[in-house]
Every structure is written in structure tokens, then in C-alpha cells.
């Protein structure tokens, strides 16, 4: 495949950019690779790693020539960053982000891109619980999808940029920002937030259980600790940016887990059985869909597929 | 290993007897398995699969001479067969069950035990999403926790049957039926009806948004989509029949989950970031005691250790 970038400056060097820097380089997909981070130690982690061509210490230097610059930081400070370089970004440049928040970045961003710079707001649906400049790798996107947002994009930028997360893998759906965020609130925030509250409520009781929350974990809260390892500054940045939408999937959340604690309570068995049948179909449209493995327990440990 | 029991019965052939038959044969562990089920294409399909020596249509048949007997179905149903095998049980043999409330089955079941036979329940903490005679395998219980329940066991069968367990590969503990059914109201039920719950909400949604809620689980949601396709049957059971118990857990959840929608209307970012950096250590702590496995994202698809 053709170089589609010349120079990519990547700003921010956790899971997500690490594994850009390997995807774009399997693929042979653009020139150089300059990144950078805030911290020292995630600078020199990344090097040590070989993860860019070059490390920069500022973004200021790091989107100086570059045709792609990738905001890959915590939605909170987005803004910020766009503000500081800003002046710096070349004519003729496509400036795009991985942020989990669509609506809230743009406003963020936007008013700090000059001219002549294309601003194509984007999110890889990718990740683990791991984090930080040794947790990327180069499969992170395969058949995973991205979402490229064109409220305001033109074409041809986001064409070329489609054409880049193509090469890492993924598979591009293009939308506007508020879809996004609604979407993203059930498959994503929401999902993330009830998790973190099973495991704080089940990390309370354990204090007093002599830890046999965690010994007798796999009876399936061990499933829910997962995504709960995940980023704290991230997910803090997620739900005060994507506020309105995570709040109205909560409330329809809450709403149908009290009509289930009300049949629980009556003991309505015929309500809970057609609810727990229902929600088979789902799981089969994710495997059929290629989105999660068909292996029994996603074939962890023992389990036999 | 000498043969601990001479004769095993299982009643039901679903994904835990099917996986103790295979881990008991597994470790020479029984002499003859008995089985039997319900269904007659249960029976069938155990037949083929050569889970037992002899599949038989009833549980009064097939607990006929049996030393060891299991109960290995729905907890609701656990009375009615109690009732229908008593006479059938031999004197001096051991009668168990693998349900996943005990206080419950103890009650339901306990009536119907003749004199001279030991009842000592009991609960495997293992399990996949799969259910059904084709669904179980060998090592389902290596490292796992067992738990029995002593409220009324004698030594020497609760002995032998912990013997039985760690055969298969399991930890045994031993605890009181109502110390078990608080624990696992926090490690299982609550989880699982919460996963159910956010399940269907998402289904609700999907059918509105052209099944995106499917093609972007891997935000984050298609982890709950993986034990909310567990057994309907089962679980409507479950949530019956640990009504005070897993009520008691929803109800501090709801109140941590209000407590964290607040401060995401409130704009309170260091209460989220607290609670999200708090919930990090009891992965760490599962992972340290061998009940998950410690690979990125389950290990499953690309995800690399």
C-alpha cells in the first residue's frame, strides 16, 4: 500500500496511539512516526520500545510538519492541547483525535484550528483494561470498528483518513457527533459505569469478608472487574463530557432494574424467565457479527470453546 | 487415586454434571456413572457424547444403588426430585446438589431425606454461558472454589465428599448455607441480574439504531452480553430463590450507582476519579489468586498478555 501520510505526529503515547504507531507501521502506511507525551517516563518508555521515529518532548514540535497530527489524551484536556499548537500545525493538515467523546471534543477543538487545517473528529471502538505506552499492539484494531465524525469534515480528508484506519484494520462508519454519543452511551459509558459500581459495592463488602468477594470472583463478578481496571482519568473525562447521554441510558437502566428487583421481590418468575430469554439473541448477533468470540468464558483459563 | 465413590448419580446432564462426569472419569475418582434427565433428547445427546456408563429415564432409577447422589438441576425443581427419590435412597449414601442457593435447597430438600442418608450440599463456583450435556469439559473445576455447606453434615461425608471435589480439581471450602447465599448474592446474582439488565436495555435500544448496539459492543458492552446468555431457567430460579439476599446487594448498588450519577450531573470529577482508581486493586487482587486469567482483554481475539 502507498504512504497516505508523509509525517504523523501522535500526541499521547497510552494503548490507543502505541497501537496506531504499530498498526501504521504492519502496514507500511506512512512516512515517519514522531510522538510525544507529557510525562518523562511515558516518553522514554516509548522509545525504549522503538514505538515512533523520533520522541518529541512538546506537541508544539511534535505537529511541525506533520500532514496527520492525532490527539490521543484524555478528552478533559483535549482543548487545551489544540489551543498550545495550534499556530504550529501546517496548511493543508488533517488534525484528528481517538476520543470517546464526540459532541464535547469538537467544541473543545475546533475553535483553535486555523484555516486551511481539516479538523476529522474520530474514535476507534478498541481497547483493553491495560494502559500506557507498553499496552498497545499492532492487531488492536483489526476488524474492530472506527468512527469517523462529519459534522464538519470535507471530503477529501475524510477519505484519506478513512483510507488510514482501513489500513490498521478497522472497519470505518461515518456519522455525526450527537449519534455518536447517544450510541456510545449504551455500548460503552453506561456498560463502564455499572461496572465500576458493582465492583465499588462488591470492594465495600469485601473489606468485611476476608476477600472471598475474590476468591469466589469467577461465579461471574470477575467478568465486571475487567473494564473497572480500566483508565480512571480517561473514563472520569468520559462521563463529565458525555454527560446528558450517559444520564438518560442510566435512567432507562435504573428503570428496568427496578421492574426486575419488583418481580424479584413478587416473585413474577414467568417476568424474569421471558427477560432472561430475550437477552440471549443479543449475544449471538455480537458473535455472528464477528464483535466477541464464540469460545465458552471468551476462552479463558479451561474453557473449551 | 482410589475410587471414592462406587456408584455416582447424576440427575440432570447440563453443563455441570456433564463436566463432573469428565473430570470424575478424569481422575479415576467413581466406579459406575449413573445418569439421567428430563428430556429425552438430553438423554440422548449425554448418550452419544458417552458422558455416563448408563443413562437412565428417572432419577428413581438411577439413584437405585448409588452411593453418591447428585442433584444437578435447576434449583426450583430440587424439592419436587428430592421428594420423588427419597425411598429410592440407599442407607449410608451421600446425597449433594450443585445449586447456587442453599439456604433454599436445603429447605426444599432436606424433608424428603431418609434417615441413614447423609445430605451435604454444595456449590461449584464454575461455570460458562453454555449450557446443555455438550457444554461441559473435564477441567471446568481446576481452581476453582467449591463451596459445602455444613449446617447439618456429618464429618466422614463431608470429608469424602471434599475429597470427591478436589478430585475434579477444585478448593473446597466449607461454610453455613446463609453465610454462602450473602456471598454470593455479591459475587453472582447481583452481577448477573445487572448484566441481564443492561443487556436489555441495549436490545431495547438496538432494535430502534439498526443493531449499531451490536456492531460497537467492543466499547465495552459485549462483556455483560456473555453471562446474560446464561440459562433462563436457572437464573430465574436463582433470583427466587435468594430473593432477601440479592435484594439487600441491589439495593447498596442502586445507592452507589445514584451516588456516582450524581456526581456526574454535579460536574464532580474527583469523586469519579476515587472511585475509579479504587476499583483497580480488586482486579489485581483476582488475578493474584488465580480466579482470572491475567492476559489483556481476557486474552480473547487479538488482545495480546
Redo the contacts between chains.
Keep these: 500500500m502507498s504512504r497516505i501520510y508523509s509525517r504523523v505526529a501522535l500526541i499521547g503515547l497510552g494503548l490507543i496511539a502505541g497501537s496506531m504507531a504499530l498498526a501504521m507501521r504492519r502496514g507500511g502506511l506512512v512516512g515517519e512516526i514522531v510522538g510525544t507525551a507529557k510525562s518523562a517516563e511515558t516518553r522514554e518508555a516509548a522509545a525504549a520500545r522503538g514505538l515512533c521515529d523520533r520522541i518529541v518532548a512538546t506537541p508544539e514540535e511534535a505537529v511541525t510538519g506533520a500532514d496527520l497530527v492525532v490527539l490521543a489524551v484524555p478528552v478533559?484536556v483535549m482543548g487545551e492541547i489544540a489551543e498550545a499548537i495550534g499556530p504550529y500545525l501546517a496548511p493543508g493538515a488533517t488534525l484528528t483525535d481517538v476520543g470517546?467523546v464526540k459532541r464535547s471534543v469538537m467544541e473543545a477543538v475546533a475553535p483553535h484550528v486555523p484555516d486551511g487545517v481539516h479538523f476529522v473528529p474520530g474514535h476507534p471502538?478498541?481497547?483493553?483494561?491495560?494502559s500506557g505506552p507498553d499496552?498497545g499492539?499492532a492487531?488492536?484494531f483489526?476488524?474492530?470498528?472506527c468512527?469517523l465524525i462529519d459534522d464538519a469534515a470535507e471530503a477529501e480528508p475524510l477519505a484519506r483518513l478513512t483510507r488510514l484506519w482501513e489500513g490498521m484494520g478497522a472497519r470505518v462508519?461515518v456519522m455525526d457527533a450527537d449519534h455518536h454519543d447517544r450510541?456510545?452511551a449504551?455500548?460503552?459509558?453506561?456498560?463502564?459505569?455499572?461496572?465500576?459500581?458493582?465492583?465499588?459495592?462488591?470492594?465495600?463488602?469485601?473489606r468485611v469478608?476476608d476477600?472471598?468477594?475474590?476468591?469466589?470472583?469467577?461465579?461471574?463478578?470477575?467478568?465486571?472487574?475487567?473494564?473497572?481496571?480500566?483508565d480512571?482519568?480517561m473514563?472520569?473525562?468520559v462521563?463529565?463530557n458525555n454527560?446528558d447521554a450517559?444520564?438518560e441510558?442510566?435512567g432507562?437502566?435504573?428503570e428496568?432494574?427496578f421492574a426486575?428487583?419488583r418481580a424479584?421481590?413478587k416473585?413474577d418468575?414467568d417476568h424474569?424467565?421471558d427477560?432472561?430469554?430475550?437477552?440471549?439473541?443479543?449475544?449471538?448477533?455480537?458473535i455472528e457479527?464477528g464483535?466477541?468470540?464464540n469460545?465458552?468464558?471468551?476462552?479463558?483459563?479451561?474453557?473449551?470453546a
Design positions: 478533559g470517546s471502538l478498541a481497547g483493553t483494561e491495560r499496552a499492539f492487531e488492536l483489526d476488524n474492530r470498528y468512527l462508519e450510541v456510545l449504551v455500548t460503552s459509558h453506561t456498560p463502564h459505569l455499572i461496572a465500576y459500581t458493582m465492583v465499588g459495592v462488591a470492594d465495600d463488602l469485601s469478608t476477600s472471598e468477594v475474590i476468591r469466589y470472583s469467577a461465579a461471574g463478578f470477575r467478568d465486571f472487574t475487567r473494564i473497572a481496571a480500566s480512571p482519568t473514563w472520569r473525562d462521563f463529565l454527560r450517559t444520564l441510558i442510566l432507562r437502566f435504573t428496568e432494574l426486575l428487583q424479584i421481590r416473585g418468575g424474569l424467565h427477560y432472561f430469554t430475550r437477552t440471549r439473541a443479543i449475544r449471538r448477533g455480537i457479527a464483535q466477541d468470540t469460545a465458552a468464558d471468551f476462552g479463558r483459563g479451561s474453557g473449551k
